[in-house]
């Protein structure tokens, strides 16, 4: 059986259809369109289909997209203003915080996250928003230096 649903994703109101047992990484990725939300494990364990659900961060691959009907829903598309880069995208490329690319959707959903909620994280701040991302590339210290200097950038700007 087939369900209407309605969500905003990065601000944009969608309805569509879609069955019951469809997640949400695949209504996004094959309705929507929008393919820089990854599917790694289909577990729940790697974070690379991480996004914020109504402003909690979930694994897109554990909820189903009919639970995200009426939802706000937070992607890596909605990071970048157009072709321009945001501060954390950018971190990232000035501290060689990717490599293959495959999680750093997911890392820079889950530190934007993370920058929302605590502006001025610690070393252990960032290391429990991002545990639940995992890498086969960086070694994470990259990642972690380049949302320390957004972090410290944004506390020099107030």
Request: net charge negative.
């Amino acid at each position: 059986m087939d369900y209407d649903i309605e969500l905003t994703v990065n601000g944009v109101s969608y309805e569509g259809r879609t069955s019951a047992s469809t997640t949400l990484l695949h209504f996004l990725r094959d309705s929507l369109h929008l393919t820089g939300t990854k599917e790694g494990c289909g577990i729940g364990e790697c974070g690379a289909c991480t996004v914020v659900l109504d402003g909690r961060i979930v694994n897109t691959c554990l909820v189903l997209a009919v639970e995200a009907n009426g939802a706000r829903v937070e992607t890596i598309e909605g990071e970048a203003n157009g072709e321009q880069l945001s501060d954390l995208q950018q971190a990232f490329v000035d501290h060689h915080a990717l490599q293959c690319g495959f999680c750093t959707p997911g890392m820079v959903v889950a530190a934007r996250d993370l920058l929302r909620r605590k502006p001025a994280p610690t070393h252990e701040d960032i290391v429990e928003a991002i545990a639940g991302n995992l890498c086969r590339c960086t070694g994470y210290e990259t990642v972690i230096a380049a949302i320390q200097s957004v972090a410290q950038s944004s506390k020099q700007g107030r």
